[in-house]
């Protein structure tokens, strides 16, 4: 079971990386531990989007083969904030491999997505899955592309329909040409540009939307 959560608080970018923290889980039957922070890796990042009255700190993301309710408390006792859900993981473009809790070397950006009012599920999901995800993998220069769809939450708190997680160059913070991989090519960028919001905006990705800019770690347990 993939369980994935939001986080709020200070001082996440040390305690989230705890050893006592690691520990603690694997306990509880968890085999590995995802952390997407905003730190100083990503602080110059221009794109940011956030539907809450503070900004998300960090997204966690972790594998067990228990229940919830220990790995929520746990992470209860590192934030002031805690939503989460259970997901259904899919990965269009497999992130690569780095070294047990070393930093990916990558802008990891995360998008909360939730579905229009005007579109039944099963219609937002194939428009997702099979309509914008090639849009998106054609126009953006991305080396990660993990889509997280909610099965259910396991917190109260704003509803979610899905995380998702792209990894891009860390030029990508600050370059729109290295964001959507267009050179030094400013029509193409347009073109690109325009490409991706059309299909953006037909699943309703646009509105009520946070992005949230980390730098991302993996831990085995």
Do not use: C
């Not at 039957?29 to 940011?48: C, H, I, K, L, P």
């Amino acid at each position: 079971m993939k369980l994935m959560y939001a986080l709020w608080g200070a001082d996440l970018d040390e305690r989230l990386h705890a050893a006592e923290l690691r520990h603690r889980l694997a306990d509880i039957g968890a085999t590995e531990w995802q952390v997407n922070v905003r730190d100083v890796e990503v602080a110059a990042a221009q794109v940011r989007h956030s539907t809450y009255d503070e900004p998300i700190a960090a997204i966690v993301s972790v594998r067990t083969g228990g229940g919830h309710e220990a790995v929520t408390a746990a992470l209860t006792t590192v934030s002031t904030e805690v939503n989460g859900w259970i997901v259904d993981e899919r990965a269009p473009i497999v992130p690569p491999p780095v070294e047990n809790g070393v930093r990916t070397p990558a802008l990891a950006n995360f998008a909360l997505l939730r579905i229009p009012a005007e579109l039944t599920r099963e219609e937002w999901l194939h428009r997702w899955h099979d309509l914008h995800t090639p849009v998106a993998i054609e126009t953006q220069d991305t080396f990660g592309y993990v889509q997280n769809t909610v099965l259910e939450p396991v917190t109260e708190g704003r509803r979610v329909d899905a995380l998702v997680e792209e990894l891009f160059p860390m030029a990508a913070m600050t370059s729109a040409h290295a964001f959507y991989g267009a050179g030094d090519d400013d029509a193409e960028l347009q073109r690109r540009v325009t490409r991706m919001m059309e299909s953006v905006v037909s699943f309703g990705a646009h509105l009520d939307l946070d992005l949230v800019p980390t730098s991302r770690y993996v831990y085995k347990l």
